[in-house]
């Protein structure tokens, strides 16, 4: 890949990124902490001047390990709406709901519908499957609570991006196992879903988009327990049962390492019989393009795409 292969808007995106990202240092070789604060403060500019929503709730409720943090998006002011649970991405060591509360907000205005981030506690401290777990946790709560917030909780939608996408098909997954329904709809972007020695993986990923081989396998070795966990169906998705998942929206970078994992996992679907999915492929951006949306109009393309689709299928 070369920079003519890429958006002249995601140049844009890499040169102000050059200043704040992630891509001044080695993953492996800095801190966890450091790592965060660094995540933390490049997101700070993409997430300045948000769309505005009729109301954000915060709120915390008991899950396995401590309370997980809440935080509730409504459009409007409506009793009812559908609601979409988001997991953010992150390698699953980092990002929180101000990393994503820009995605979160273009969710909610562009569907019209309730999105409700959560804020899973992170590894390496809590290794696989505590975020799973909590997100098993999360969508209880909403299915006997959720009308407290205005959420009709038996139309309830899962979504995340990258590492927040494979959380979200896994629950899915084990879920529908025992009661198909419960999810109606997954929204999933650029997800990690199990794949290992992809074409992709050898063409895509650097410095400038924190995913390079070795840094996918630092992620991994700080999110899972040891090398067993790498074949569990709850993180390697494409093992996991996929006929009775709900439809699905899945989008991905053209220029992503892991863009493969959607591709497979799209197959996956199709091959299930009765699983309809949609997958749609943006041309010329990285992974984690969903937040450049201050330049990218690609980001804003495809989370207004991804919403469209939820609220057809919600609404």
């Keep these: ?3 003519a292969d890429l958006d002249p808007q995601m140049i844009d995106v890499l040169r102000v990124q050059e200043e704040r990202s992630l891509s001044r240092v080695l993953i492996s070789q800095t801190s966890v902490t450091e790592i965060r604060n660094l995540y933390i403060q490049e997101r700070a500019y993409w997430n300045a001047d948000p769309p505005a929503v009729a109301s954000v709730q915060e709120y915390w409720i008991e899950g396995p390990v401590g309370d997980i943090a809440l935080r509730c998006y409504l459009p409007r002011k409506e009793q009812a709406l559908p609601g979409l649970i988001y997991l953010h991405g992150g390698g699953f060591i980092m990002g929180n709901l101000d990393t994503h509360d820009r995605i979160m907000r273009v969710l909610a205005t562009q569907s019209n519908l309730a999105v409700v981030g959560v804020d899973y506690h992170l590894a390496p401290e809590h290794k696989f499957p505590i975020a799973l777990n909590e997100t098993l ?18 139309r309830l939608a899962l979504g995340g991006d990258s590492a927040g996408a494979n959380l979200a098909v896994s629950a899915t997954q084990l879920l529908h196992a025992a009661s198909p329904y419960r999810v109606r709809y997954l929204l999933l972007y650029y997800g990690a879903f199990g794949l290992r020695n992809s074409e992709s993986r050898r063409r895509f990923g650097g410095t400038e988009d ?13 999110y899972l ?3 067993v966990d790498a074949d569990d ?32 996992l799209k197959k996956r679907m199709d091959a299930a019989g009765g699983v309809s999915s949609q997958l749609r492929i943006y041309p010329g951006v990285l992974h984690g393009f969903l937040h450049y949306g201050r330049i990218l109009e690609k980001a804003n393309e495809a989370l207004t795409e991804g919403a469209k689709s939820l609220q057809s299928a919600l609404t």
Excluded: K
Excluded at 138 to 154: M, R, Y
Excluded at 210 to 222: H, I, P, Q, V
Excluded at 238 to 258: C, K, N, V
């Design 1 to 3: 890949m070369t920079a």
């Design 225 to 227: 327990r040891s090398a």
């Design 233 to 264: 169906p709850r993180y390697n998705i494409l093992a996991g049962d996929f006929s009775r998942l709900p439809s699905a929206f899945i989008g991905t970078a053209e220029h992503d390492p892991l863009i493969d994992d959607s591709i497979a």
């Design 210 to 222: 924190g995913l390079s081989e070795e840094d996918l396998r630092y992620y991994e070795a700080c």
């Design 137 to 154: 946790a999360v969508i209880a709560h909403l299915e006997s609570h959720g009308d407290a917030l205005g959420i009709d909780s038996t």
